[in-house]
């Protein structure tokens, strides 16, 4: 857990957590320092509905964007599974976590920008490409979009709004999807992503 906190997250803090529950409003716990933070997620393993906040932050005020104090990946989320493909009529998402995975690879080799991380959210993705710098929010959104027109072209489905959205709250390894899948990293094979190879 703490390295791949350590890993996708700003070395300095505050960073937040939360903890969604039907009907109530979620619960946010906010923590000082990335140790603090491994901390709180180790200690609702296992949990329902439990997200981490992808940027570092002012203060421990909110979670909006002008709050975000800095990035440090960029990040995909790419939708699969029987529900959310019935729901969209198939549009945007792929109907087994397994032809997501093959879209990455092919989107993967055409583009070479390899992941730093592949998580599997309980049905579908979450994709980390881990930079070498730590990007305020207007540098770090010139990227994002530019990562969104790249899926774009190259026809990878992907929720567009996670990958601009720099105040973006992701599942926690080792916590469960409300339908039941657990949240795991499926591969770290990708060191940190330099400015200059994304500029190429």
Not at 100 to 105: D, G, M, S, V
Not at 127 to 141: D, F, G, N
Request: include cysteine; proline fraction near 4%.
């Amino acid at each position: 857990m703490r390295d791949f906190l350590g890993a996708v997250l700003p070395a300095q803090g505050p960073y937040r957590l939360l903890q969604f529950f039907s009907g109530r409003k979620p619960v946010t716990r906010w923590a000082d320092t990335l140790d603090g933070l491994s901390e709180l997620a180790e200690s609702v393993a296992g949990k329902t509905d439990i997200y981490f906040g992808t940027a570092s932050y002012k203060d421990a005020s909110s979670g909006e964007a002008d709050n975000v104090r800095l990035n440090k990946a960029l990040r995909l989320d790419i939708d699969a599974g029987e529900t959310k493909w019935a729901k969209h009529k198939g549009e945007g998402v792929y109907r087994t976590q397994r032809e997501a995975l093959l879209a990455l690879k092919d989107f993967t080799s055409a583009t070479r920008l390899k992941p730093s991380y592949i998580l599997s959210s309980g049905t579908g993705l979450h994709i980390y490409y881990v930079l070498e710098e730590e990007l305020a929010p207007v540098r770090w959104r010139e990227y994002a979009a530019r990562l969104h027109e790249l899926c774009t072209v190259s026809s990878l489905q992907v929720d567009s709004t996670v990958t601009q959205d720099v105040t973006r709250i992701l599942r926690v390894p080792g916590t469960l999807h409300k339908e039941g899948g657990t949240v795991r990293v499926l591969a770290g094979i990708g060191a940190p992503i330099s400015l200059e190879t994304l500029d190429s």
